[in-house]
């Protein structure tokens, strides 16, 4: 019997809401279809039917793509609740589980059965859908289902975007060739270029004779270093590391908090509960931050479970990004570790989740849908009924609360494994400095004398300034005005070698002026040292010194990061200069000397969280130092030694902290004793920005239990030439955010948005 066409709801991935269209009856929700919409194709999901179409002439869907749908019925679920905690759609959360070059190949068919093509053209549907759940359940192999499996290795040439703007006029072909690269994050293996913008190699060759793209030979480092074969240097669990394994029960849902310093074994107290996981049969769900994601955690975890790991890495090519989420759709690796979106990774039957450095902000997405990983994790492991293990040497004071509340269970690791020494950290009082030199200080006496005897003994010095640039911003001394970004709310930061004030939020940039263009003065001054101007200053007082500065400038090109950081470790240099993303994450053995040049930076921020953040940073910062057998020592410059977050950071004394801080944000209502949503808006004109929120509020006024703060301006007021407003909600708890977010309902595609749990209110 065929199905027949009905009214179906179709969500694309764009900010509208869900379509209806015809499409043939039976198709569960989650199948991924071919539409046009105004003339032009697109990829819907199917929501379900409709049941209520609306009364035009409805139009058939082009085509069906998948079979049945390809994701776990679990993790539907969890993508379900995803879309409504936050407010977002199916469509927009399932390229994050399954890369939209993932295909399934109709021409392929169960062992004795008909070709999945053949079925489709007679409209068996619903019998489509049996055979998708008895796969999903295991009882059916389709075993060529993905047919562009087992891709490309290293090795291959890829295709880059490079920094020139888009040209005034292309052809058909090249702007083809344009957007697809934006697609895939400005780069693509070349094979797959050429067949996704059906073009030939001419066009590209004419491409990169504008400067357009470049082609490189692909050189990956986290790939390379994977190849060679480490062997698994197994150690003998320590009395505390036991502890915490025989803490975490199997086969049920806990959530636990592993709390313990750098360096304290929490590794391989993952390491040996994801062994007992695999060996049970169950999967490994892995995450790590952003940073986190390094050669030797791979090498750690390949030389453990040889050939059993698949990896999600945002900065991997398309292509090795699909052939390792096919990997898991086929069953073939029975761990998954990845950054952020690996939460969503399509991996069935999951054990144990690992979320090491739980505190991290990369966790949490800043950009539509916007996600927190570690709560997905949390939420999945429920879903999952297995343990879920946030391990961090900073927990988050959110973490840190479920855990003293008994949400979560804490399991600790005290001690520092033999040889390990924690560094000596010396607080040196910025003003004291100041009183003595009558002038600002960059270096204090102190640390010029330990750099010195650093580079002395061919030992490492890292200095850590959170701010990039030359200059800050530039003033004029005769009138006062700052120069300030046109389009931004916010002054240009000077770059000296590239010589240009560049605004850090939209890229506007433009050649310094020699005179104020306020007054017409000629007195103008930089403000602010950064990183740029730290590295060219080091360059004068320590020529022989080899120097290297990491930070966003110098790390724009892929790969520049990990080569930086692979030549540090390996020695290969004596100064290392740069902002946080030094911090985390990074053994460097010779490293003994750790400056932190201004550790009140992050304390000027207006955000309840600032003071947490710069404890997490000050304390992850000097544990860098002395991780091997020599003992490091730190140097902490600062004008408020006696600012709480700096006095724990000092003794590195996390528990203190949180003693100390969580009264306030107790006092003050804000997480974890409150939850909280934020509603942005943008505008052409200020007023436009405020009007819809003004509507929002006054909805949400008639809802008992709700703090509402504003509309107001938000921090940065004005971006790329819009104007931003905010409303902030706090609530006694989530499910009230829940209610306000079901009384009012946001429009897709609409003038505001959300962000629950917000971690940023500044952008
Ligand atoms: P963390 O993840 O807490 O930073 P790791 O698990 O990476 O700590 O451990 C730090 C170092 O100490 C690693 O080189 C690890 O192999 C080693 N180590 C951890 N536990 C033990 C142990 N019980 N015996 C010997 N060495 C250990
Ligand atoms: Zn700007």
Request: proline share 7%; charged share 25%; with cysteine.
């Amino acid at each position: 019997m065929m199905d027949a066409l009905v009214p179906t709801r179709i969500e694309l991935a764009r900010p509208l809401p869900p379509l209806t269209y015809l499409a043939p009856a039976g198709l569960l929700p989650g199948v991924r279809v071919k539409v046009k919409v105004r003339n032009a194709a697109a990829t819907g999901v199917v929501l379900g039917p409709d049941p209520e179409p609306p009364q035009v002439a409805l139009r058939p869907v082009e085509a069906v793509l998948d079979p049945f749908p390809l994701l776990p019925p679990r993790l539907m679920e969890l993508l379900d609740f995803a879309g409504r905690y936050y407010g977002c759609g199916l469509a927009h959360l399932l390229p994050l589980c399954l890369p939209p070059a993932v295909e399934a190949d109709w021409a392929t068919a169960a062992p004795e059965g008909p070709r999945l093509s053949e079925l489709r053209d007679a409209g068996l549907w619903s019998r489509l859908a049996e055979l998708g759940e008895a796969w999903h359940r295991g009882e059916l192999a389709f075993p060529s289902l993905f047919h562009r499996r087992g891709l490309r290795g290293a090795g291959v040439t890829e295709v880059r975007r490079t920094a020139l703007p888009n040209p005034p006029r292309v052809t058909a072909a090249q702007a083809r060739v344009l957007l697809a690269l934006e697609d895939e994050g400005g780069a693509m293996l070349e094979d797959l270029l050429l067949d996704t913008a059906k073009v030939g190699h001419g066009v590209l060759a004419g491409l990169e004779r504008h400067g357009l793209v470049e082609r490189v030979r692909r050189l990956d480092l986290l790939s390379q270093k994977r190849e060679d074969d480490a062997p698994d240097k197994r150690v003998e669990l320590n009395g505390e590391q036991l502890a915490a394994v025989a803490g975490v029960t199997p086969g049920s849902f806990g959530a636990y908090l592993l709390y313990g310093i750098t360096g304290s074994g929490k590794t391989e107290v993952y390491l040996e509960l994801a062994e007992r996981t695999l060996a049970a049969g169950r999967r490994v769900l892995w995450l790590v931050p952003e940073i986190g994601l390094t050669p030797r955690l791979l090498s750690r975890l390949e030389a453990r479970f040889p050939g059993r790991v698949a990896v999600g890495h945002a900065g991997l090519n398309a292509s090795e990004k699909q052939a390792d989420v096919i990997r898991l759709l086929l069953n073939d690796a029975p761990l998954f570790v990845g950054v952020r979106n690996a939460v969503l990774a399509p991996l069935r039957d999951i054990g144990l989740i690992v979320v090491d450095e739980e505190q991290e902000g990369s966790y949490k997405s800043e950009e539509h849908p916007r996600f927190h990983a570690r709560d997905l994790a949390v939420k999945r492991a429920q879903l999952s009924g297995c343990p879920v293990v946030l391990g961090s040497a900073t927990p988050s004071l959110e973490s840190w609360h479920a855990a003293q509340q008994g949400r979560y269970r804490l399991l600790r690791l005290m001690q520092r494994p033999a040889g390990v020494r924690l560094p000596e950290v010396k607080v040196v009082d910025l003003r004291e400095c100041y009183k003595v030199e009558r002038k600002k200080v960059i270096f204090s006496p102190l640390l010029l004398k330990a750099m010195r005897e650093t580079l002395a003994l061919g030992e490492q010095s890292m200095l850590l300034l959170n701010r990039r640039g030359f200059e800050n911003f530039w003033m004029c001394r005769a009138c006062g005005e700052t120069f300030d970004c046109p389009h931004c709310s916010v002054s240009l930061t000077y770059h000296k070698g590239a010589y240009r004030l560049r605004c850090h939020l939209c890229g506007f940039e433009s050649v310094p002026p020699e005179v104020c263009i306020h007054c017409g003065a000629e007195h103008l001054r930089g403000v602010g040292e950064g990183t740029e101007q730290i590295e060219d200053q080091l360059r004068a007082l320590f020529p022989a010194a080899r120097i290297l500065r990491l930070d966003r400038d110098t790390t724009l090109r892929r790969g520049s990061l990990e080569a930086g950081l692979l030549a540090a470790e390996l020695g290969e240099v004596d100064i290392l200069v740069g902002t946080q993303m030094l911090a985390k994450g990074h053994n460097f053995p010779m490293l003994t000397l750790v400056g932190i040049l201004n550790a009140d930076l992050g304390l000027k921020i207006a955000d309840f969280r600032a003071a947490e953040r710069t404890f997490q940073l000050l304390t992850q910062v000097a544990g860098r130092a002395g991780r091997a057998e020599i003992p490091g020592r730190v140097l902490l410059q600062t004008y408020s030694p006696d600012h709480p977050a700096i006095v724990h950071a000092v003794a590195q004394n996390f528990e203190g902290f949180a003693a100390e801080e969580l009264p306030y944000r107790e006092a003050l209502g804000y997480p974890p004793y409150a939850a909280m949503s934020l509603y942005r808006s943008e505008g052409d004109t200020p007023g436009a920005a405020l009007e819809p929120l003004r509507k929002l509020r006054l909805r949400l006024d008639t809802l008992p239990g709700l703090r509402i703060l504003g509309p107001l301006e938000a921090p940065i007021a004005r971006v790329k030439d819009r104007y931003r407003m905010q409303l902030i909600l706090k609530a006694a708890g989530r499910q009230l955010l829940g209610e306000a977010m079901r009384h009012a309902p946001l429009v897709p595609g609409g003038a505001v948005t959300l962000d629950r749990d917000p971690l940023n209110f500044g952008i």
